[in-house]
């Protein structure tokens, strides 16, 4: 007997010791991550929360709970099958308000629900899949059942969600799901025809040529250097000047919003003749490398800036930025982008940011440049004990001005974690 309760002591430390093994690693990874119910976010990039799992009765507190934490929240990521109606619809309107971007991963799946928070997004991407069906309820409270279909309704319609969209999820039994397709959310407006990221159009289509103007192409012996987008332009009496569609805004004095972007030339009176340059006659091209080129240099030189120690840092990017800035999804002026980059430098004092020039890609026009590409970062807090290591992809526009460039707009994703 003494034998066998030997044998029962060694095997129950070996499970012990099996079960603290197998614990402790997941525990440590946990404590990399700032949960609050079904929401976490990673301390590496607080400004991105996730919702995993079911919207339950504490969602909706936990949500509060999680944003006061991260203190920068400006994306939802989102895996659920859904949950309570009511508590999904005061998340989803806080999404809203906050101006959240809302993204359904490669892989994940966004159902019933869950999908009032995506189509609450600002700006909304879904890679995975996004499913609807009808209300589902055990009640058999048909006054309560109508009342629940008519906040969804309300809520869903002033998300711009369409009609044809909420017919659907009225139709689909509560027992299915009916996913729609990319075209789908496309042909819905629900999603941009390339959901990675929004910038301005580079290539705007010019006016109509004036038929009463002469022909002043120079002969071809040689083709000529590619007029200026100002020239491909040139109106004739009384037609205006088309703008490429500005990626900021900001409030006019009334409260209303105006769309600006200061690098644009104020369009000519209505009615007055603006002046055409004769393409023989346009100045000669710009000396040195291409804007291409510069607008690369530009961004891989912010990134070395964002390495250095914080005083240094912040005082050199600061220049580098416009008054407004489309920053991650929303509209912010110049001191809330400040704030945002001290913030994430008090938490990640030492910082080591370079962008990846083999991935680098700029396409400019006369007014701005729009620069893509990797950056591989590796940032550490000693206080804290904490490192965050990985590879995210930046697109930034760049207004092309006088002195160099400014950041008009800024957006980008982690893609890998090392």
């Known amino acids: ?107 994940a799946g966004c159902y019933s629900s869950c999908t009032f928070l995506w189509f609450a997004g600002t700006t909304r991407h879904a890679g995975g899949e996004i499913g609807v069906h009808q209300l589902a309820s055990d009640s058999g409270d048909l006054e309560a059942g109508q009342l629940a ?69 120079p002969p071809e012996p040689a083709p000529p250097a590619e007029p200026s987008l100002a020239e491909l332009a040139a109106p004739g009496p009384g037609t205006a000047v088309p703008r490429p569609r500005p990626s900021i805004t900001e409030p006019d004095a009334d409260g209303s919003e105006t769309a600006v972007l200061r690098a644009l030339p104020a369009p000519p009176a209505p009615g007055a003749d603006a002046p055409r340059t004769p393409v023989a006659a346009r100045p000669a091209p710009e000396s040195g490398p291409p804007p291409e080129q510069r607008a690369i240099d530009f961004l891989a030189r912010n990134t070395r800036d964002w390495s250095r120690p914080n005083d240094v840092a912040l005082s050199r990017i600061a220049e580098d930025y416009a008054d407004a800035v489309d920053f991650y999804g929303g509209p912010h002026s110049h001191a809330e982008v400040m704030a945002d980059k001290r913030a994430f430098a008090r938490r990640w004092p030492v910082r080591d940011y370079e962008l990846d020039l083999s991935t680098a890609r700029a396409d400019c026009d006369a007014a701005r440049c729009v620069v893509t590409g990797e950056i591989l970062w590796d940032a550490r807090s000693p206080e804290r004990g904490a490192v965050s290591r990985g590879r995210s992809i930046i697109e930034v526009t760049l207004a092309r001005a006088a002195d160099g460039f400014r950041i008009t707009a800024e957006g980008g994703r982690v893609i890998e974690r090392y």
């Not at 936990?62 to 005061?90: M, N, T, Y």
């Not at 969209?165 to 407006?189: A, E, F, K």
């Not at 025809?193 to 159009?201: D, I, L, Q």
Request: aromatic fraction near 4%; proline fraction near 9%; avoid cysteine.
């Open 149 to 217: 279909i008519a906040d969804i309704v309300d809520v869903l319609t002033g998300f711009g969600v369409p009609s044809a969209v909420i017919v659907r999820m009225l139709q689909t039994p509560s027992t299915g799901i009916d996913v729609l397709s990319q075209d789908d959310l496309r042909r819905y407006g629900l999603i941009a025809a390339s959901p990675a990221f929004a910038t301005v159009p580079l290539r705007p289509e010019a006016a109509p040529p004036d038929p009463a103007a002469p022909d002043l192409t």
């Open 1 to 107: 007997m003494a034998g066998i309760r030997g044998m029962t002591t060694r095997g129950a430390w070996l499970v012990v010791a099996l079960a603290l093994a197998l614990w402790l690693p997941r525990s440590a990874a946990a404590e990399t991550m700032v949960h609050h119910g079904p929401f976490h976010f990673d301390p590496a990039a607080p400004g991105i929360i996730h919702l995993s799992g079911e919207i339950d009765l504490r969602a909706g507190l936990s949500f509060q709970r999680i944003l006061d934490a991260s203190g920068e929240a400006r994306e939802l990521v989102l895996d659920s099958g859904g949950g309570l109606v009511h508590v999904a619809l005061p998340i989803a309107i806080e999404v809203r308000r906050r101006g959240l971007v809302t993204r359904v991963p490669e892989g």
